[in-house]
């Protein structure tokens, strides 16, 4: 008996210690990003790329998108989040998109600025950069910044640009399970979002 109970309080010790590392180091907290965005001396570029790498390790959320209040993210967060910290608020741009277009955006129940899904559905972004004029179609000269569009269903964001015409890309999907850079991949002409970052 007491040695049963000596393997319970172990196997509790291990999970909560497993459970205070996974919460520690691959989920998001919204005061990292907030601690790159106050920094002084850095361009909105840098802010962006800063906050984009810090999201790296992150746990991707196989919900769809429903765990970010614990820290996982889906795929438009990675772009959506290094924004932020350039003072660029992507979800408050699209509402007031939204508002002028709204016919332009798919018209199922709930793709609208009031659910939290809607800045955060790939569709809707590309959407939205494309009304901004944005949007860059089969862009050939890809930026550090940009938001690369796979499709409508998937999106990424360029970290740096080398002189071969690699360059280095971040994104989380199911199956990196974490947020993770590709380094040096060969740039493939694809749509691009751009926010002039100076």
């Known amino acids: 008996m007491f040695r049963g109970f000596r393997w319970l309080v172990i196997l509790v010790i291990l999970l909560s210690t497993a459970g205070f590392y996974v919460w520690s180091f691959h989920t998001f907290h919204p005061a990292r990003p907030g ?3 106050a920094a002084t001396g850095l361009s ?7 906050v984009a790498k810090n999201l790296q390790g992150i ?6 998108g429903r765990l970010l209040k614990f820290g996982l993210l889906v795929c438009t967060d990675v ?8 003072g ?11 508002k002028k277009h709204p016919d332009h955006y798919a018209g199922f129940a709930g793709n609208n600025p009031s659910t939290s899904y809607f800045a955060r559905r790939v ?20 930026e550090p910044g940009d938001s690369v569009f ?16 690699t360059y280095d890309e971040i994104e989380t999907a199911p199956e990196t399970l974490f ?10 002409p694809r749509d691009v979002g751009r926010f002039s970052l100076s």
């Open 35 to 37: 601690v790159i965005a």
């Open 88 to 98: 660029i608020d992507i979800g408050h741009l699209m509402a007031a998109d939204y």
């Open 179 to 188: 947020v993770t850079v590709h380094y040096h991949k060969a740039w493939v």
């Open 123 to 142: 569709e809707n972004q590309k959407v939205f950069f494309s009304d901004t004029g944005r949007l860059i179609r089969n862009c050939t000269a890809p």
């Open 79 to 86: 772009p959506r989040l290094s924004y932020q910290a350039a």
């Open 150 to 165: 796979y499709g409508t269903s998937h999106i990424t964001m360029v970290l740096a640009v080398y002189p071969d015409h």
């Open 59 to 64: 746990l991707y959320d196989y919900s769809g």
């Open 44 to 50: 909105q570029e840098e802010r962006v790329i800063q």
